[in-house]
């Protein structure tokens, strides 16, 4: 979709919040080229500013000063109503925890970024779903409601929905966290994997050495600048 | 536990404020009916001693006969008598008509009598002399001095007066001598009596003489009587609203000691006993009953003032007093509001001690708790609607109004019971259908409103009740209104008649009539003026063609053979010999009194009669005409040819604003509860907003526009209002059948259901635009959410 060697980029990327003597500089001017078709891992500690970072690459948190760019397009000219269709088309995500919608089932949280776009299923995309799906191993899940799925499997399903639309970029905010070490290193398998055989962009927040291993490359936040 | 519960009441105010509002407007109610029934009660009562002030002794359960009696005989011993009576007669002023049927009274020739204040000119002295009620002719271009004409008395305006009580005002006062030539038999309420030979009066049999007090002190008990009636209606309204606020009461709990479920466990886990975790959410809704209950009555006092103010400045003085706020109805509109308030929260509360300390270590589940209709639930709902249904079966039979009363109450809680199962399933029908047309948010919508069954159905019942009421209430009352308008062809056929009097009338008086606006049809009858036995000179007509002129098919547009029908007033036998000239003829007797001063002859009898026919009258089908405009034209053209009107549109009219007046009213009273139930929506919506922040957050992350989630909660609360609505229209319409049959069926030979469907669908569509109303509010809390924010919180 994009020629760009970039996935995305940021310059200058700051963010405060509050104002005066409560103010909080969560990032302070970060300069930042994530490569396409990699796994990039975001390393930090506890408020060393990872997930703002991730929160203004993804669009979902607007920087208080500084430039960043996805897929080719600035986000700070977006309005909030650009934003959300650029996401839904270019971006696709997995959260730590809570996913998933709780009253829809596995297949219909999965097909969600397309039912939102007002897509139809067709062919190509009810493909791209089946290859998806064979890939993450839960063809066995699809009907059932998050609450009868494990950890794990919740996370998988999550994975899933955020590769279906075949985004630029797909961001994982710590997606390990919740798991044990076991379906951790399945998910951050199925990460590696979805770069490697599907030519995906993945990039994830987390604190442990133990994900950032997966990664082709890590960035190391602290302080809110890159170390 | 007294720092958990300051903190948490600080905490969770505004989650409270609808369910503190359903309570201030039950209350709020109650206060508003003390205090309007109190100042219609000062109004009414005020007055009444007025026309008694100057009298010893008052007289009642006398004809205009007697009455006469008595005044002649005061004037002849010094003593004064003023006759309190009232006569609907034709008014013209300057020669225009006035009114076809203005309300005439008497005033006193001895100013201690008198009770009309006077504004303008002076009191009557002479006979001839009139005045004019001043609110009555207000706008009416009536002045001292213009010429009057009341029934057939010709007089002068001399004054203009005020009247002080509303249950004795007319539009025009006249001399005893004047009224009692008006009308022989005029309706003679009461004769007040001053003078020494009070005490020793000849009275008819059956007259009764009081003191003045007493009668005045007896007066006013039956006057507050019937303002007490109507107070009483309008708590029955009054509990309704309360009943649905206490709906929304405890649907506002049950759903926020959900959401603080991990709280209470917290609580139990450091320590708090289940008695000390219960008391505290008691004390809770204690408060909030208290202080929404307070409000109430703040509100309640301001509008009734408010409302009595308006009253007062739009209808004419006196009929709207000084409202009194009353101790004892305000204690009880407090005590009621907060009895509610802490009823609708027994159960829930009773669950949230059902909560162990372990919940609080669980991960917080709250947005997938799903609650379901248990077995037991279903039995018991299953076997209250069949249950309701053979006492409703019963009640037709029986014509029970108590049966049915019983078996729609059943009926109704069944299906309450049921809620949870039926609400969702209709909800999932709806939302197909409408998510084929708007897509995810609609999908999303229906997927959201069903989720949690209990809560929906628990949400959806408070509206249910109001629906159905209402739709009850319109179905039955349109379906009254066919048999009332049944009643009415038959009473009066023709909405307006010209009669003439002495001569034919002239042969282009049609043609003008029918150019009359407001005038539809219009046929002449012919006819020829006749001795009939009994009755005198009368003009004997025959209905032509008159089919399209007439309500359906009375017997007087057919007359038989033999036939005669006659005005009610001339009828003394079953008989009468009718003469024309030379020729007579006998005839049998019919009478009724919808034509006017004519009798009414089969066409081969006419021929009998006479070879020469001419029109002697004109009936008129009007055009949806206003009444008093048709007439006023109509009377423009028959005064001048010697004829006189009769108005049946006036009647029709008056029974049909009546109808409505009736609908109009219980459709507002029963809309407050309507519109404490969409508040209870809008309510449900904002705590499952709270609640669904982070699945909002996350909706918006993966590309929900705001828009979009702002049509989603819109959605939402459309299929909830909406099914409510279809729901209870099916069930008020149901009811509404059975109540027919029951109750009315009895009382007349037929009645129909009559669907009035415009009013139907006008209901769902109102309850449709107010539930996407009651959904602006919590839908902008939650588009304001980011998804970053709404991803971070815990």
């Known amino acids: ?115 939102l776009a007002g897509r139809r299923v067709d062919a190509a995309a009810r493909a791209r779903y089946d290859l998806v799906v064979g890939v993450l191993g839960i063809g066995d899940r699809l009907g059932h409601r998050p609450g009868e799925l494990s950890g794990g499997q919740q996370q998988r399903v999550a994975i899933a929905r955020a590769l279906v639309s075949e985004p630029d970029i797909v961001f994982a905010d710590e997606p390990t966290g919740n798991l044990d070490s076991e379906a951790a290193a399945e998910v951050l398998g199925f990460l590696r994997r979805s770069v490697r055989e599907l030519g995906s962009t993945v990039v994830m927040v987390t604190h442990e050495d133990s994900a950032a291993a997966y990664a082709d490359d890590v960035v190391v936040i602290a302080d809110g600048l890159v170390a | 536990m007294r720092t958990v519960l300051r903190a948490s009441l600080r905490t969770h105010t505004r989650r409270y404020v609808s369910a503190a509002l359903a309570v201030v407007i039950g209350v709020t109610f109650i206060v508003v009916t003390s205090l309007l029934s109190s100042a219609a009660r000062a109004g009414l009562v005020a007055g009444v001693e007025q026309q008694y002030r100057g009298a010893d002794v008052v007289i009642t359960e006398v004809d205009a006969r007697d009455a006469a009696r008595i005044v002649a005989d005061a004037t002849d011993t010094g003593d ?12 013209r002023v300057d020669g225009r008509l006035f009114d076809p049927r203005a309300g005439v009274g008497g005033i006193a020739e001895d100013p201690g009598l008198r009770w009309q204040e006077l504004r303008e000119g002076r009191f009557p002295e002479q006979p001839g002399e009139v005045v004019a009620d001043r609110n009555a002719v207000k706008g009416k271009d009536v002045h001292v001095g213009d010429t009057v004409e009341v029934g057939t008395l010709e007089g002068t305006v001399v004054g203009l007066v005020d009247t002080p009580s509303a249950s004795a005002g007319a539009d025009f006062y006249l001399l005893w001598d004047d009224l009692r030539a008006v009308d022989e038999d005029l309706w003679v309420d009461s004769v007040a009596y001053a003078g020494p030979g009070s005490a020793s009066l000849d009275l008819p049999r059956g007259a009764t003489v009081q003191p003045r007090d007493e009668f005045v002190e007896e007066l006013q008990a039956e006057l507050t009587n019937e303002v007490n009636v109507l107070a009483i209606l309008l708590l029955v309204f009054a509990s309704i609203a309360l009943f649905v606020s206490a709906l929304v009461i405890a649907n506002t709990f049950s759903i926020l000691f959900a959401q603080r479920a991990r709280d209470f466990a917290l609580l139990r886990c450091v320590g708090a006993t289940r008695r000390q975790v219960l008391r505290s959410v008691r004390v809770e809704a204690l408060a909030l009953g208290a202080a929404a209950s307070l409000l109430g009555l703040a509100f309640g006092t301001a509008l009734g003032y408010l409302l009595v103010a308006l009253a007062t400045s739009a209808l004419p003085s006196g009929s709207m007093g000084v409202p009194t706020p009353s101790p004892r109805w305000y204690a009880g509109a407090f005590v009621t509001g907060l009895l509610v308030t802490l009823v609708a929260a027994w159960l829930p509360t009773r669950r949230v001690v059902r909560v162990g300390p372990l919940a609080a270590l669980r991960p917080d589940d709250s947005t997938s708790v799903h609650t379901g209709a248990g077995r ?136 003008r009539v029918r150019a009359v606006p407001g005038v539809g049809t219009a046929v002449a009858l012919d006819g020829v003026s006749a001795r009939v036995e009994g009755a005198g000179e009368l003009p004997a007509v025959t209905p032509g063609e008159v089919g399209a002129v007439v309500h359906g098919s009375p017997a007087i547009a057919t007359p038989g053979p033999r036939e005669i029908w006659l005005p009610s007033d001339d009828v003394s036998r079953s008989r009468v010999t009718v003469q024309v000239g030379e020729r007579s003829v006998e005839l049998r007797v019919s009478s009724g009194e919808s034509w006017g001063d004519a009798a009414i002859v089969a066409p081969e009898t006419l021929a009998a009669l006479t070879d020469a026919t001419q029109p002697w009258a004109v009936w008129v089908r009007a055009d949806d005409a206003d009444p008093e405009d048709l007439a006023g034209d109509l009377d423009a053209l028959a005064q001048p040819a010697g004829a006189n009107l009769t108005n049946g549109l006036r009647e029709r009219s008056w029974v049909t604003l009546q109808l409505d007046i009736l609908t109009g009213t219980v459709v507002a009273l029963l809309g407050i509860a309507v519109v404490i139930a969409l508040i209870g929506i809008g309510n449900t919506l904002g705590l499952s907003v709270l609640e669904r922040r982070r699945e909002h957050a996350l909706l918006r992350a993966l590309g929900l526009t705001r828009r979009q989630l702002r049509a989603t909660l819109a959605a939402e609360a459309v299929l ?5 609505t279809v729901l209870g229209s099916v069930i008020g319409v149901t009811f509404a059948w059975v109540s027919l049959q029951a109750l009315v069926e009895a009382a007349v030979d037929q009645a129909p259901l009559v669907l009035p469907w415009g009013q139907l669908v006008l209901v769902v569509l109102v309850a449709g635009v107010a539930g996407l109303l009651s959904s602006l509010l919590p839908a902008r809390r939650a588009a304001r959410t980011t998804p970053a924010t709404g991803l971070s919180l815990d």
């Open chain 2, 376 to 511: 037991l639930r279903v039995l018991a709902g299953l076997a209250t609607v069949l249950l309701g249904a053979v006492l409703l079966a019963l009640s037709i039979q029986g014509n029970s109004p108590g049966l049915m009363v019983l078996g729609g109450a059943a009926a109704f809680t069944g299906v309450l019971l049921l809620g949870p199962v039926i609400v969702p399933a209709l909800i999932r029908v709806a939302g197909g259908l409408g998510g084929r047309v708007a897509g995810a948010p609609a999908r999303l919508a229906a997927e959201n409103a069903v989720r949690n069954p209990r809560r929906t159905a628990a949400t959806t019942a408070s509206l249910l009740v109001g629906v159905t009421l209402t739709t009850a209430v319109l179905v039955a009352l349109a379906s009254s209104r066919s048999a009332v308008d049944r009643d009415l062809d038959r009473d009066h056929p023709i909405d307006v008649a010209l009669t003439a009097t002495d001569e034919p009338l002239p042969s282009d008086l049609l043609d």
């Open chain 2, 720 to 724: 909830l209002s909406v099914v409510a």
């Open chain 1, 1 to 115: 979709m994009t020629n760009s060697p970039l996935a995305a980029s940021t310059r200058g990327l700051t963010r405060v919040y509050g104002q005066g003597d409560t103010a909080v500089h969560a990032l302070r001017g970060i300069d930042l080229d994530l490569p396409a078709g990699r796994f990039t891992a975001i390393m930090g500690r506890s408020g060393s500013g990872k997930s703002t970072l991730m929160h203004c690459l993804a669009g979902l948190d607007s920087p208080t000063a500084g430039s960043v760019s996805v897929a080719g397009r600035a986000l700070e000219s977006m309005d909030d109503n650009a934003l959300t269709i650029f996401r839904r088309e270019h971006l696709g995500f997995v959260f730590q925890s809570f996913n998933l919608l709780p009253m829809l089932t596995a297949g219909q949280n999965i097909l969600l970024p397309l039912e």
């Open chain 2, 80 to 91: 004064a008598a003023a006759v309190i009576g009232w006569t609907p007669q034709q008014v």
